[in-house]
């Protein structure tokens, strides 16, 4: 019974907390790629999630098989609930409208918010996960939930700077004074250097440069 418990926890561990949130990471960095590379991280996108899946369905079928199911504690409630919810985000994927098409945008804005939900949700089974493992064996899972939130936070924080790190990179003052003010600008950004009405020299960046460009923008890119 314990080496299938501990089992159940590397699957869905494996699943939900280490391959779905790497699909998630990796179609993120194909919004800003080209050509070969955006495909090639599309189709790791792909890859991770259906593994995640496969992984998934093994899981609950050893829960099914070994466990006691009575869905009388919150670890189980999720976990029922978010196994329906990934077989409902993969056939949402699977049906994938083509770009240009008007159901385009709908699309992704519910694959994206159902699987960021599932991931979250997942995390947060895992927790109840380990807390449910402590109870039923009497051994300590501290070391595994202080590695698990090092890993939760280190692919948060990677989450956050993918989407910060080009407006980052694009950090220039925009001013009107003496050309000896300006602060450096991406050598990649083209820049017009005009002199207005007071002749004072005015640096101008092109709008996109400025712009903040959040999540969902980067979704419908």
Same mark, same amino acid.
């Given at each position: 019974?314990?080496?299938?418990?501990?089992?159940?926890?590397?699957?869905?561990w494996a699943a939900i907390g280490l391959l779905m949130p790497l699909g998630i990471l990796t179609i993120r960095m194909s919004y800003k790629q080209q050509g070969r590379r955006r495909?090639?991280?599309?189709?790791?996108?792909?890859?991770?999630?259906?593994?995640?899946?496969?992984?998934?369905?093994?899981?609950?079928?050893?829960?099914?098989?070994?466990?006691?199911?009575?869905?009388?504690?919150?670890?189980?409630?999720?976990? !029922?609930?978010?196994?329906?919810?990934?077989?409902?985000?993969?056939?949402?994927?699977?049906?994938?409208?083509?770009?240009?098409?008007?159901?385009?945008?709908?699309? *992704?804005?519910?694959?994206?918010?159902?699987?960021?939900?599932?991931?979250?949700?997942?995390?947060?089974?895992?927790?109840?996960?380990?807390?449910?493992?402590?109870?039923?064996?009497?051994?300590?899972?501290?070391? *595994?939930?202080?590695?698990?939130?090092?890993?939760?936070?280190?692919? @948060?924080?990677? *989450?956050?700077?993918?989407?910060?790190?080009?407006?980052?990179?694009?950090?220039?003052?925009?001013?009107?004074?003496?050309?000896?003010?300006?602060?450096?600008?991406?050598?990649?950004?083209?820049?017009?250097?005009?002199?207005?009405?007071?002749?004072?020299?005015?640096?101008?960046?092109? @709008?996109?440069?400025?712009?903040?460009?959040?999540? !969902?923008?980067?979704?419908?890119?």
């Open positions: 019974m314990k080496s299938d418990v501990r089992v159940h926890g590397f699957l869905l495909k090639i991280l599309f189709y790791l996108h792909l890859v991770f999630q259906i593994l995640s899946v496969l992984l998934v369905t093994a899981g609950a079928i050893l829960s099914l098989r070994s466990f006691e199911n009575s869905f009388d504690n919150n670890h189980q409630k999720i976990g !029922l609930v978010l196994y329906g919810a990934i077989w409902v985000q993969t056939a949402v994927g699977f049906f994938r409208p083509r770009r240009g098409n008007g159901r385009r945008s709908s699309w *992704y804005f519910l694959h994206w918010i159902l699987g960021t939900m599932i991931s979250l949700v997942g995390i947060i089974n895992i927790y109840t996960g380990l807390k449910a493992y402590t109870r039923r064996t009497l051994t300590s899972t501290s070391l *595994y939930t202080i590695l698990f939130t090092v890993q939760v936070c280190f692919m @948060a924080f990677f *989450y956050l700077f993918q989407d910060k790190w080009d407006f980052i990179q694009k950090q220039g003052v925009l001013i009107s004074g003496s050309a000896d003010d300006v602060e450096a600008v991406t050598p990649s950004d083209p820049v017009i250097l005009q002199t207005d009405s007071n002749n004072q020299k005015v640096l101008i960046l092109p @709008a996109e440069s400025c712009a903040k460009r959040n999540a !969902l923008k980067n979704l419908f890119d």
